[in-house]
């Protein structure tokens, strides 16, 4: 096989889109139908209302997703895959087989990363500065 760099780019844009935290998760509760706000809030407990919002509107922005304003009282808004969102499918179905056989349910830290604190202890202290004068620098007034 060839490598295409145009296919390549569009390749990895597509994975980068997908790829964004929560994403995938609106995007699989949005196969099951149109979703309000408030239902896909509920569905997905950890992911905050700015972050929700944000990720409509990139959605929306790119022809994944598309939000529909009921013209009722109170107004409604309703989110539904557009075709295009709908085409992701099989290919988040075959990313979900992948995931299941040979995800972690953690993601990867990377060897820097400090590992993760528990809760209930109280942060580290920091070590206090010193005032002394340092030779290599002026004395503050």
Not at 86 to 96: D, K
Not at 100 to 113: C, D, F, H, I, L
Request: positive net charge; proline residues 9%.
């Amino acid at each position: 096989m060839a490598f295409h760099p145009a296919l390549c780019a569009r390749f990895h844009a597509a994975v980068e889109l997908v790829g964004r935290r929560w994403t995938g998760a609106v995007i699989q509760l949005l196969m099951h139908g149109r979703m309000r706000y408030a239902e896909l809030r509920g569905a997905i407990p950890d992911i905050s209302d700015r972050m929700l919002s944000e990720r409509l509107r990139e959605l929306e922005s790119e022809g994944i997703l598309e939000r529909l304003v009921v013209p009722e009282t109170p107004v409604r808004v309703e989110y539904e895959l557009t075709e295009k969102g709908r085409a992701l499918e099989r290919a988040l179905a075959e990313m979900g087989k992948w995931a299941e056989r040979w995800g972690t349910a953690e993601p990867s830290r990377s060897p820097s990363a400090s590992p993760p604190r528990d809760s209930a202890s109280p942060r580290p202290r920091r070590a206090a500065r010193s005032r002394r004068a340092r030779p290599d620098r002026p004395a503050s007034a």
